[in-house]
Protein backbone atom coordinates (compact mmCIF):
# COMPACT_ATOMS: atom_id res chain seq x y z
CA UNK A 1 0.00 0.00 0.00
CA UNK A 2 1.05 3.55 -0.95
CA UNK A 3 1.96 5.94 1.75
CA UNK A 4 -0.55 8.03 0.97
CA UNK A 5 -3.06 4.74 1.60
CA UNK A 6 -1.73 3.91 4.66
CA UNK A 7 -1.88 7.88 6.32
CA UNK A 8 -5.98 7.84 4.98
CA UNK A 9 -6.34 4.27 6.49
CA UNK A 10 -4.61 5.34 10.12
CA UNK A 11 -6.40 8.47 9.99
CA UNK A 12 -9.68 6.86 9.82
CA UNK A 13 -9.56 5.16 12.87
CA UNK A 14 -10.67 7.93 14.71
CA UNK A 15 -13.62 8.59 12.81
CA UNK A 16 -14.71 4.86 12.70
CA UNK A 17 -13.80 5.07 16.71
CA UNK A 18 -16.78 8.02 17.19
CA UNK A 19 -18.63 6.22 14.99
CA UNK A 20 -18.98 3.20 16.84
CA UNK A 21 -19.46 5.59 19.99
CA UNK A 22 -22.55 6.99 18.19
CA UNK A 23 -23.86 3.70 17.06
CA UNK A 24 -24.60 2.51 21.18
CA UNK A 25 -26.82 5.42 20.91
CA UNK A 26 -29.02 3.52 18.76
CA UNK A 27 -30.04 0.15 19.39
CA UNK A 28 -33.21 0.68 17.34
CA UNK A 29 -31.20 1.88 14.20
CA UNK A 30 -28.47 -0.95 14.71
CA UNK A 31 -31.31 -3.91 14.84
CA UNK A 32 -32.92 -2.46 12.02
CA UNK A 33 -30.73 -1.61 9.07
CA UNK A 34 -27.46 -3.70 10.70
CA UNK A 35 -28.50 -7.05 12.84
CA UNK A 36 -31.67 -7.45 11.08
CA UNK A 37 -30.54 -6.43 7.16
CA UNK A 38 -27.05 -6.38 6.56
CA UNK A 39 -25.36 -9.01 8.82
CA UNK A 40 -27.88 -11.73 7.58
CA UNK A 41 -26.78 -11.22 4.05
CA UNK A 42 -23.10 -11.19 5.19
CA UNK A 43 -23.59 -14.20 6.93
CA UNK A 44 -25.27 -16.09 4.34
CA UNK A 45 -22.20 -14.95 1.99
CA UNK A 46 -19.45 -16.16 4.53
CA UNK A 47 -21.51 -19.20 5.38
CA UNK A 48 -21.59 -20.23 1.75
CA UNK A 49 -17.99 -19.44 1.63
CA UNK A 50 -16.36 -21.33 4.49
CA UNK A 51 -19.14 -24.25 5.49
CA UNK A 52 -17.59 -26.59 2.67
CA UNK A 53 -13.86 -26.16 4.10
CA UNK A 54 -13.46 -29.33 6.13
CA UNK A 55 -11.48 -27.58 8.88
CA UNK A 56 -11.47 -24.07 10.86
CA UNK A 57 -10.26 -21.24 8.22
CA UNK A 58 -10.28 -19.14 10.63
CA UNK A 59 -8.20 -20.55 13.07
CA UNK A 60 -5.59 -20.76 10.33
CA UNK A 61 -6.31 -17.24 9.55
CA UNK A 62 -5.81 -16.25 13.09
CA UNK A 63 -2.72 -18.49 12.80
CA UNK A 64 -1.44 -16.75 9.23
CA UNK A 65 -2.20 -13.42 11.44
CA UNK A 66 0.11 -14.12 15.06
CA UNK A 67 2.86 -15.37 12.65
CA UNK A 68 2.77 -12.50 10.11
CA UNK A 69 2.62 -9.74 13.28
CA UNK A 70 5.56 -11.37 15.00
CA UNK A 71 7.88 -11.78 11.80
CA UNK A 72 6.94 -8.28 11.16
CA UNK A 73 7.63 -7.03 14.53
CA UNK A 74 11.65 -9.02 14.45
CA UNK A 75 11.82 -7.74 10.18
CA UNK A 76 10.73 -4.00 11.46
CA UNK A 77 12.13 -3.51 15.12
CA UNK A 78 14.76 -1.59 14.07
CA UNK A 79 12.69 1.01 12.28
CA UNK A 80 10.79 1.81 15.41
CA UNK A 81 14.58 3.69 16.59
CA UNK A 82 15.70 4.49 13.02
CA UNK A 83 12.17 5.69 11.56
CA UNK A 84 9.53 5.99 14.09
CA UNK A 85 6.62 7.85 12.26
CA UNK A 86 6.48 5.14 9.16
CA UNK A 87 6.59 2.03 11.88
CA UNK A 88 3.80 4.13 13.82
CA UNK A 89 2.06 4.98 10.64
CA UNK A 90 1.89 1.39 9.59
CA UNK A 91 0.91 -0.38 13.04
CA UNK A 92 -2.20 2.21 12.73
CA UNK A 93 -3.14 1.62 9.16
CA UNK A 94 -3.16 -2.27 10.14
CA UNK A 95 -5.09 -1.42 13.07
CA UNK A 96 -7.60 0.78 11.48
CA UNK A 97 -8.59 -2.02 8.78
CA UNK A 98 -8.63 -4.64 11.56
CA UNK A 99 -11.02 -2.58 13.80
CA UNK A 100 -13.22 -1.71 10.54
CA UNK A 101 -13.43 -5.52 9.65
CA UNK A 102 -14.44 -6.47 13.25
CA UNK A 103 -17.36 -4.22 13.10
CA UNK A 104 -18.36 -4.78 9.63
CA UNK A 105 -18.35 -8.35 10.62
CA UNK A 106 -19.26 -8.74 13.53
CA UNK A 107 -18.81 -5.97 16.53
CA UNK A 108 -21.92 -3.85 15.82
CA UNK A 109 -24.20 -7.05 16.92
CA UNK A 110 -22.95 -5.80 20.84
CA UNK A 111 -24.84 -2.28 20.20
CA UNK A 112 -28.17 -4.09 19.19
CA UNK A 113 -31.69 -4.07 21.05
CA UNK A 114 -31.07 -6.02 24.49
CA UNK A 115 -33.06 -9.21 23.79
CA UNK A 116 -35.00 -8.68 27.14
CA UNK A 117 -36.91 -6.05 25.40
CA UNK A 118 -37.18 -7.76 22.06
CA UNK A 119 -38.82 -11.10 24.21
CA UNK A 120 -40.66 -8.78 26.54
CA UNK A 121 -39.21 -10.20 29.33
CA UNK A 122 -38.16 -8.57 32.34
CA UNK A 123 -34.29 -8.05 33.05
CA UNK A 124 -35.21 -8.09 37.25
CA UNK A 125 -36.18 -10.82 39.39
CA UNK A 126 -36.52 -11.62 43.20
CA UNK A 127 -35.00 -14.38 45.53
CA UNK A 128 -37.95 -15.78 45.80
CA UNK A 129 -39.06 -16.24 41.83
CA UNK A 130 -35.40 -17.57 41.82
CA UNK A 131 -36.02 -20.09 43.97
CA UNK A 132 -38.89 -21.01 42.62
CA UNK A 133 -37.13 -21.84 38.90
CA UNK A 134 -34.50 -23.77 40.37
CA UNK A 135 -36.78 -25.95 42.15
CA UNK A 136 -38.73 -26.47 38.55
CA UNK A 137 -35.14 -26.99 36.93
CA UNK A 138 -34.49 -29.65 39.52
CA UNK A 139 -37.76 -31.50 38.83
CA UNK A 140 -37.07 -31.24 34.73
CA UNK A 141 -33.41 -31.87 35.12
CA UNK A 142 -33.94 -35.02 37.22
CA UNK A 143 -36.52 -36.07 35.04
CA UNK A 144 -34.86 -36.32 32.07
CA UNK A 145 -31.59 -37.80 33.29
CA UNK A 146 -33.45 -40.51 34.94
CA UNK A 147 -35.53 -41.24 31.24
CA UNK A 148 -31.73 -41.22 30.07
CA UNK A 149 -30.31 -43.54 31.99
CA UNK A 150 -33.20 -45.12 33.84
CA UNK A 151 -30.65 -45.53 37.54
CA UNK A 152 -30.55 -42.13 39.27
CA UNK A 153 -27.22 -43.18 40.03
CA UNK A 154 -25.14 -43.02 36.66
CA UNK A 155 -24.20 -39.95 35.01
CA UNK A 156 -24.57 -39.65 30.90
CA UNK A 157 -22.80 -40.41 28.44
CA UNK A 158 -23.68 -38.70 25.11
CA UNK A 159 -23.85 -41.93 21.70
CA UNK A 160 -22.59 -39.10 19.10
CA UNK A 161 -19.94 -37.97 17.13
CA UNK A 162 -18.85 -34.52 17.24
CA UNK A 163 -20.42 -34.05 13.62
CA UNK A 164 -24.12 -35.37 14.94
CA UNK A 165 -24.05 -32.95 17.72
CA UNK A 166 -23.48 -30.27 15.40
CA UNK A 167 -26.15 -31.56 13.29
CA UNK A 168 -28.71 -32.51 16.05
CA UNK A 169 -27.83 -28.77 17.68
CA UNK A 170 -29.34 -27.61 14.33
CA UNK A 171 -32.55 -29.69 14.46
CA UNK A 172 -32.75 -27.83 17.46
CA UNK A 173 -33.28 -24.29 16.12
CA UNK A 174 -35.59 -25.63 13.59
CA UNK A 175 -38.17 -25.98 16.27
CA UNK A 176 -37.06 -23.10 17.80
CA UNK A 177 -37.52 -21.01 14.79
CA UNK A 178 -41.19 -22.25 15.28
CA UNK A 179 -41.63 -20.09 18.29
CA UNK A 180 -38.93 -17.36 17.18
CA UNK A 181 -38.61 -16.27 13.77
CA UNK A 182 -35.38 -14.72 14.65
CA UNK A 183 -33.77 -17.75 15.54
CA UNK A 184 -33.25 -19.05 12.54
CA UNK A 185 -30.20 -20.76 12.21
CA UNK A 186 -29.06 -22.01 8.69
CA UNK A 187 -25.18 -21.78 9.70
CA UNK A 188 -23.66 -25.77 9.29
CA UNK A 189 -20.33 -23.74 9.72
CA UNK A 190 -19.76 -25.63 13.22
CA UNK A 191 -15.67 -26.74 13.83
CA UNK A 192 -13.55 -28.28 15.74
CA UNK A 193 -11.22 -25.64 16.48
CA UNK A 194 -7.76 -26.51 15.76
CA UNK A 195 -6.44 -24.42 18.78
CA UNK A 196 -8.46 -26.90 21.19
CA UNK A 197 -5.58 -27.67 23.59
CA UNK A 198 -4.90 -23.48 23.86
CA UNK A 199 -8.43 -22.57 24.29
CA UNK A 200 -8.49 -25.65 27.32
CA UNK A 201 -5.88 -23.60 28.61
CA UNK A 202 -7.10 -20.38 28.60
CA UNK A 203 -10.42 -22.15 30.01
CA UNK A 204 -12.67 -21.48 27.16
CA UNK A 205 -15.11 -23.85 25.48
CA UNK A 206 -15.07 -21.91 22.03
CA UNK A 207 -15.63 -18.88 20.22
CA UNK A 208 -16.84 -17.10 17.02
CA UNK A 209 -14.03 -16.17 14.69
CA UNK A 210 -15.20 -12.37 13.52
CA UNK A 211 -14.42 -12.53 10.15
CA UNK A 212 -15.36 -15.97 8.97
CA UNK A 213 -18.19 -16.71 11.64
CA UNK A 214 -17.54 -20.11 11.85
CA UNK A 215 -18.13 -21.37 15.26
CA UNK A 216 -15.10 -23.05 16.45
CA UNK A 217 -15.83 -25.66 19.46
CA UNK A 218 -13.39 -27.25 21.49
CA UNK A 219 -12.95 -30.45 21.37
CA UNK A 220 -11.19 -31.51 23.84
CA UNK A 221 -13.81 -30.62 26.80
CA UNK A 222 -16.39 -33.49 27.64
CA UNK A 223 -18.68 -34.41 25.67
CA UNK A 224 -21.69 -33.78 27.97
CA UNK A 225 -20.63 -30.03 27.74
CA UNK A 226 -20.69 -29.79 23.39
CA UNK A 227 -24.47 -29.34 23.26
CA UNK A 228 -24.82 -26.12 25.39
CA UNK A 229 -21.55 -24.95 23.62
CA UNK A 230 -22.19 -25.45 20.39
CA UNK A 231 -25.89 -24.13 20.73
CA UNK A 232 -23.95 -21.04 22.57
CA UNK A 233 -22.10 -20.32 19.20
CA UNK A 234 -24.83 -21.20 16.50
CA UNK A 235 -26.33 -18.26 18.54
CA UNK A 236 -23.57 -16.13 18.28
CA UNK A 237 -23.21 -16.55 14.81
CA UNK A 238 -27.12 -15.72 14.77
CA UNK A 239 -26.02 -12.21 15.64
CA UNK A 240 -26.45 -12.12 19.11
CA UNK A 241 -23.36 -11.03 20.74
CA UNK A 242 -24.23 -10.44 24.25
CA UNK A 243 -22.62 -13.87 26.33
CA UNK A 244 -25.62 -14.08 28.20
CA UNK A 245 -28.04 -13.67 25.53
CA UNK A 246 -26.35 -16.38 23.52
CA UNK A 247 -26.44 -18.63 26.70
CA UNK A 248 -29.90 -17.83 26.69
CA UNK A 249 -30.68 -18.54 23.10
CA UNK A 250 -28.56 -21.95 23.32
CA UNK A 251 -30.65 -23.03 26.38
CA UNK A 252 -33.79 -22.30 23.94
CA UNK A 253 -32.92 -23.90 21.19
CA UNK A 254 -31.48 -27.45 23.66
CA UNK A 255 -35.18 -27.48 25.33
CA UNK A 256 -37.15 -26.97 21.67
CA UNK A 257 -34.93 -29.98 20.70
CA UNK A 258 -36.32 -33.10 20.08
CA UNK A 259 -33.24 -35.06 21.12
CA UNK A 260 -34.04 -36.24 24.77
CA UNK A 261 -30.13 -35.34 25.34
CA UNK A 262 -29.92 -32.29 24.23
CA UNK A 263 -33.05 -31.51 26.83
CA UNK A 264 -30.96 -32.38 29.75
CA UNK A 265 -28.24 -30.46 28.81
CA UNK A 266 -30.38 -27.64 28.24
CA UNK A 267 -31.79 -27.45 31.63
CA UNK A 268 -28.45 -29.44 33.07
CA UNK A 269 -27.19 -25.83 32.15
CA UNK A 270 -29.50 -23.20 32.86
CA UNK A 271 -29.48 -25.68 36.61
CA UNK A 272 -26.11 -25.17 37.14
CA UNK A 273 -26.14 -21.30 36.59
CA UNK A 274 -29.00 -20.77 38.72
CA UNK A 275 -27.62 -22.97 41.42
CA UNK A 276 -24.94 -20.64 41.45
CA UNK A 277 -26.41 -17.48 41.81
CA UNK A 278 -28.84 -18.68 44.49
CA UNK A 279 -25.92 -19.71 46.19
CA UNK A 280 -24.87 -16.30 46.60
CA UNK A 281 -28.28 -14.99 47.77
CA UNK A 282 -29.71 -17.91 50.22
CA UNK A 283 -27.52 -20.75 51.16
CA UNK A 284 -29.47 -21.92 53.28
CA UNK A 285 -32.18 -23.05 49.75
CA UNK A 286 -29.23 -23.47 48.05
CA UNK A 287 -28.04 -26.27 50.53
CA UNK A 288 -31.86 -27.77 50.76
CA UNK A 289 -32.28 -27.68 46.79
CA UNK A 290 -28.81 -29.37 46.35
CA UNK A 291 -29.93 -32.29 47.89
CA UNK A 292 -32.94 -32.62 45.77
CA UNK A 293 -30.84 -33.42 42.85
CA UNK A 294 -29.99 -36.72 41.17
CA UNK A 295 -25.92 -37.77 42.18
CA UNK A 296 -26.08 -39.06 38.30
CA UNK A 297 -26.66 -35.12 37.89
CA UNK A 298 -24.08 -34.14 40.12
CA UNK A 299 -22.05 -36.66 39.08
CA UNK A 300 -22.09 -34.97 35.50
CA UNK A 301 -21.44 -31.21 37.21
CA UNK A 302 -18.05 -32.83 38.67
CA UNK A 303 -16.73 -34.66 35.49
CA UNK A 304 -17.04 -31.00 33.97
CA UNK A 305 -16.18 -29.49 37.01
CA UNK A 306 -12.51 -32.08 37.16
CA UNK A 307 -11.59 -31.15 33.66
CA UNK A 308 -11.49 -27.40 34.04
CA UNK A 309 -9.55 -27.81 37.45
CA UNK A 310 -7.24 -30.01 35.79
CA UNK A 311 -5.67 -27.73 33.23
CA UNK A 312 -5.81 -24.98 35.86
CA UNK A 313 -3.14 -22.54 35.26
CA UNK A 314 -1.37 -19.13 36.13
CA UNK A 315 -2.02 -17.78 32.73
CA UNK A 316 -5.82 -18.58 32.04
CA UNK A 317 -6.89 -15.60 35.05
CA UNK A 318 -4.30 -13.41 32.85
CA UNK A 319 -6.10 -14.73 29.26
CA UNK A 320 -10.00 -13.95 31.16
CA UNK A 321 -8.96 -10.74 32.31
CA UNK A 322 -8.17 -9.75 28.80
CA UNK A 323 -11.15 -11.39 27.07
CA UNK A 324 -13.61 -9.76 30.33
CA UNK A 325 -11.73 -5.93 29.02
CA UNK A 326 -12.55 -7.04 25.27
CA UNK A 327 -16.33 -7.44 26.84
CA UNK A 328 -16.47 -4.21 28.65
CA UNK A 329 -14.63 -2.37 25.34
CA UNK A 330 -18.14 -3.86 23.02
CA UNK A 331 -21.11 -2.84 25.36
CA UNK A 332 -20.91 -5.47 28.27
CA UNK A 333 -20.50 -3.48 31.02
CA UNK A 334 -19.89 -6.30 33.45
CA UNK A 335 -17.37 -8.00 31.48
CA UNK A 336 -16.86 -11.94 31.63
CA UNK A 337 -19.80 -11.57 34.55
CA UNK A 338 -22.31 -11.13 31.56
CA UNK A 339 -22.27 -14.72 30.98
CA UNK A 340 -23.92 -15.21 34.40
CA UNK A 341 -26.48 -12.64 33.54
CA UNK A 342 -28.61 -15.27 31.85
CA UNK A 343 -30.17 -15.81 35.30
CA UNK A 344 -31.91 -12.90 35.24
CA UNK A 345 -33.51 -14.17 31.18
CA UNK A 346 -34.25 -17.79 32.62
CA UNK A 347 -36.30 -16.86 35.75
CA UNK A 348 -38.77 -13.89 33.60
CA UNK A 349 -38.77 -16.98 30.73
CA UNK A 350 -39.28 -20.04 33.09
CA UNK A 351 -41.70 -18.50 36.28
CA UNK A 352 -45.10 -19.50 36.90
Known sequence: ??????????????????????????????????????????????????????????????LGLIIYMIRWVVMNWKRLRIAPKAWSLDVLAFVSFFYFMFHLCWGFNYYRIPLHTTLNLNSKYTTTKLKSVTNQLVTKTNALHLEITQDSLLKTTLPYTFAELTDISQKGYFQLEKVYPNFKYRGKNTKKSLFSTPLTYMGFGGYVNPLTLEAQINAVMPANSMPTTIAHEQAHQLGYAAENEANFIGFLANIHNKNRYFNYAGYKFALRYCLRELSKRDVEAYTLISHSINPGVLEDFQETFEFWSAYENPLEPIFKVFYSHFLKANNQTKGIESYNYVVALLVEYLKD
Not at 20 to 48: C, D, H, R
Open 1 to 62: MSKKGKIILALSLLPQYFLVQVAKNYPEFIETYYSLGFFPLLSKLLNMAFKWVPFSFGDLLY
